[in-house]
């Protein structure tokens, strides 16, 4: 075997079958040997975006999403797919070729430092050589899907690429993020009561906020149980949705979204917090509750974002089951007290709205109405992703991507791809701004040649709307964030797509319940006011 065929015969052992990408001259000989492996390879119509469909690949399936890029520009190019793996802690191989290793010191046509490059948005920066090559992808596989999971980024150089390995026997690490029967370690500050157990009985309102590295851990189902055991609610982070089903009576909202000083209240009503895998990168604010706060998590709470006195530090939903076996029925909040938090929050998520118009919560709730429970939704980044992230209801996890993490534009519509390559039989929605679809938008031509049909709703508004409402709140005329319409059906057809304009409620309705072509998106423009964004935000 050579170098690159190690890499895919790992690849493969891993369950991995898709490779998401843009190649160069480097890169020949690996694509040669994932073609000969029966691999999919899914040519992006740009290397960040192929990056970001890796990213989506591996929010899905929990196993690294690969993405490969060539050299230089290639490589450059995959910079924000792996910043956002980086910081949505996602499991991610990123591989670029790179020159002949003996000119890479002194040649400078193309040639950028890699290591320099991607050292402080990746767990790890490697390169192989045949030499070394087998035990290189075992370090980097459990890097990538070890707590936090994150990116690996792994240089093939143009003569490591073709050539026989020496070091070349495939034996896996071990990759679930789940482990079995481990002890729990607890750490306290030593300053008050160090047994979870005996704080949760004494406490009369606590609650649980839970994160994305419970839905690492597959923790939804210990949650919930728990949550019901001892009558508590629970709000989560928007990378957690999911994890209990939003029509859940215990159900209590999701964090730093629309409505985020509302949600804050409550957290402050409670006694005990219990933040269960709950990690700080989606924090917008600096954390200002004052409440005694246990630390549930595979790793200690070294953040520090929040504090916590005690720390349990373990597998989570074997935390979860024994602090549940343990504290038995505790009934702390009854059902109607939640159905009101709920209804306030309601009434607020409505803030602004204007019957006549179409609203950003029209398009949500409609899209929502008419899409089936276990729909998959891809949000960019923008106004309406705090209305989505909010009131978009999620019943399973891994049904609602986003990048919360960096929070790049541009994100959804390569999430939806890959969510249709993976789920083809699911109903998959990409939830986009105007701006964000301007960035990615020849990814439409690549869904329609991979034959993909996931809906496309865009938020059409002129506007920079995030951004544009910073300016207005510091009283500056709109300057740099508005953008000329586009015409989204046509630009739908011109890249192979069914499109359409809508600017009606009604239409929106009748489109979404309308037969539609089963191997090309349907792009909607949908025409909104986005006057309920100001109204909010
Ligand atoms: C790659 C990237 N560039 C810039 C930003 C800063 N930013 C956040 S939201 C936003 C506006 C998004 O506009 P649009 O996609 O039209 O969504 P809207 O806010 O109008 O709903 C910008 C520029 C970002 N998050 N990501
Ligand atoms: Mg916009």
Redesign the pocket.
């Known amino acids: 075997m050579n170098t690159s065929q190690v890499i895919i015969e790992y690849l493969a052992a891993a369950g991995i079958r898709h490779i998401f990408g843009y190649p160069g001259d480097p890169t020949v000989e690996f694509l040669e040997a994932a073609r000969r492996e029966g691999m999919r390879f899914i040519l992006g119509s740009r290397e960040g975006t192929a990056g970001l469909m890796a990213q989506a690949y591996g929010q899905l399936t929990g196993r690294p999403g690969v993405c490969l890029s060539t050299l230089g520009p290639g490589a450059t190019n995959l910079v924000?797919a792996v910043a956002n793996a980086y910081l949505d802690r996602v499991p991610m191989l990123a591989i670029s070729g790179q020159i002949e290793g003996k000119r890479e010191p002194y040649f400078t046509h193309q040639v950028v430092d890699h290591k320099r490059i991607f050292s402080s948005i990746s767990k790890w920066t490697t390169a192989v050589q045949p030499d070394t090559v087998a035990t290189i992808m075992r370090k980097a596989l459990r890097i990538a899907t070890a707590e936090r999971p994150g990116p690996v980024h792994i240089t093939a150089a143009a003569d490591v690429v073709g050539v026989e390995a020496s070091d070349h026997v495939v034996s896996l690490p071990p990759m679930r993020a789940r482990r079995e029967n481990w002890t729990p370690q607890i750490f306290s500050t030593g300053a008050g009561q160090v047994d979870p157990v005996k704080l949760l009985k004494a406490s009369r309102r606590p609650m649980i906020l839970a994160g994305v590295s419970a839905v690492w851990s597959e923790a939804g189902d210990a949650l919930v149980k728990l949550a019901e055991e001892i009558g508590c609610p629970l709000v989560v982070a928007p990378m957690a949705k999911g994890l209990m089903p939003e029509d859940h009576p215990l159900f209590a909202g999701t964090l730093d979204m629309a409505c985020n000083g509302y949600i804050w209240d409550f957290l402050g009503q409670a006694d005990l917090l219990l933040a269960v895998g709950f990690d700080g990168v989606e924090l917008i604010k600096p954390w200002s509750l004052n409440v005694p706060t246990i630390h549930i998590d595979t790793l200690p709470n070294s953040d520090q974002i929040y504090q916590a006195e005690l720390e349990i530090v373990g597998d989570i939903a074997g935390i979860l089951d024994a602090l549940r076996t343990a504290c038995g029925t505790l009934e702390r909040w009854s059902e109607q007290e939640i159905a009101n938090h709920r209804g306030g929050l309601q009434d607020r998520y409505y803030v602004g709205r204007v019957s006549g118009r179409i609203n950003?919560t029209d398009v949500v709730d409609v899209v929502r109405r008419i899409m089936p429970r276990d729909t998959i939704v891809a949000t960019?980044?923008?106004?309406?992703?705090?209305l989505i992230g909010q009131g978009w209801t999620t019943y399973h996890p891994r049904t609602l991507l986003t990048?919360n993490g960096?929070?790049?534009?541009?994100y959804s519509l390569p999430a939806a791809i890959a969510a249709k390559l993976i789920h083809p039989e699911r109903p998959v929605v990409s939830f986009?701004?105007?701006?964000?679809?301007?960035?990615v938008q020849g990814e439409l031509r690549v869904a329609a040649t991979l034959k993909v049909d996931p809906l496309v709703v865009v938020?059409?508004?002129?506007?920079?709307?995030?951004?544009?409402?910073k300016q207005s709140a510091r009283h500056y005329p709109s300057w740099g964030?508005l953008?000329e319409p586009t015409d989204m059906a046509m630009l739908a057809q011109a890249m192979g797509c069914d499109g359409i304009n809508v600017d009606s409620i009604q239409s929106l309705e009748s489109v979404l319940n309308g037969a539609r072509a089963k191997d090309r998106p349907l792009v909607i423009g949908v025409k909104i006011d986005?006057a309920q964004?100001a109204a909010q935000f």
């Open positions: 924000n950003p960019d980044v923008g106004s309406h992703k705090l990048s960096l929070s790049s534009m541009g986009t701004g105007d701006g964000g679809l301007a960035m938020f059409c508004d002129n506007s920079l709307n995030r951004i544009e409402l964030t953008i986005p964004y």
